[in-house]
T-cell receptor, first 113, second 111 residues
Framework: QQQVKQSPQSLIVQKGGISIINCAYENTAFDYFPWYQQFPGKGPALLIAIRPDVSEKKEGRFTISFNKSAKQFSLHIMDSQPGDSATYFCAAWRKGSQGNLIFGKGTKLSVKP | NAGVTQTPKFQVLKTGQSMTLQCAQDMNHEYMSWYRQDPGMGLRLIHYSVGAGITDQGEVPNGYNVSRSTTEDFPLRLLSAAPSQTSVYFC??????????FGPGTRLTVL
């Protein structure tokens, strides 16, 4: 069963707009929540990550919001740029496991000039 | 540092053939993983290792074998390739949960 659900599947945003991608997880057995960015033909790369005892983390134009009680977290990209066009994955690390990272299905973001 | 390297970049197999996807990292990371990426499915964990000699199964381990004899290398073996194993395979390594580094991927087609 899918343990990390991501939406939307695809997203089109105008340059300068805000891109919002949402994820939800199904149980409390996760203790670290990263977001990865992937460009075509490349491997994913870590963008930003958050621990569940923090409600928000900001790095430049990228912000993660985390709602522990609702088991939801989201990525906000402010002032979206065409160079942000990529596929974004949310993910969750299992507690006590260094090797077990579960990914959402991904969101393809297109930022129109 | 070369980071995480994967070979080959592309491979075409016939059903029933076996092959090994190579993965190596030069960052002295203890933790290494293999994922497959299929359209609309995200990345799914096949096998992972928390150190030399220690491996465990992920979400989709059937049809794949792994071993970890050194810290640097983590090969993935397809025992008898099937068309359902057509995918892009990514190897990754990490020192901690803070960041997992991914290789460039191997695009595998099974006819």
């Amino acid at each position: 069963q899918q343990q990390v659900k991501q939406s939307p599947q695809s997203l089109i945003v105008q340059k300068g707009g805000i891109s919002i991608i949402n994820c939800a997880y199904e149980n409390t057995a996760f203790d670290y929540f990263p977001w990865y960015q992937q460009f075509p033909g490349k491997g994913p790369a870590l963008l930003i990550a958050i621990r569940p005892d923090v409600s928000e983390k900001k790095e430049g134009r990228f912000t993660i919001s985390f709602n522990k009680s609702a088991k939801q977290f989201s990525l906000h990209i402010m002032d979206s740029q065409p160079g942000d066009s990529a596929t974004y994955f949310c993910a969750a690390w299992r507690k006590g496991s260094q090797g077990n990272l579960i990914f959402g299905k991904g969101t393809k973001l297109s930022v129109k000039p | 540092n070369a980071g995480v390297t994967q070979t080959p970049k592309f491979q075409v197999l016939k059903t029933g053939q076996s092959m090994t996807l190579q993965c190596a990292q030069d960052m002295n990371h203890e933790y290494m993983s293999w994922y497959r990426q299929d359209p609309g499915m995200g990345l799914r964990l096949i096998h992972y290792s928390v150190g030399a000699g220690i491996t465990d199964q992920g979400e989709v381990p059937n049809g794949y074998n792994v071993s970890r004899s050194t810290t640097e290398d983590f090969p993935l073996r397809l025992l008898s390739a099937a068309p359902s194993q057509t995918s892009v395979y990514f190897c990754a390594s990490s020192y901690s949960k803070n960041e997992q580094f991914f290789g460039p991927g191997t695009r595998l087609t099974v006819l």
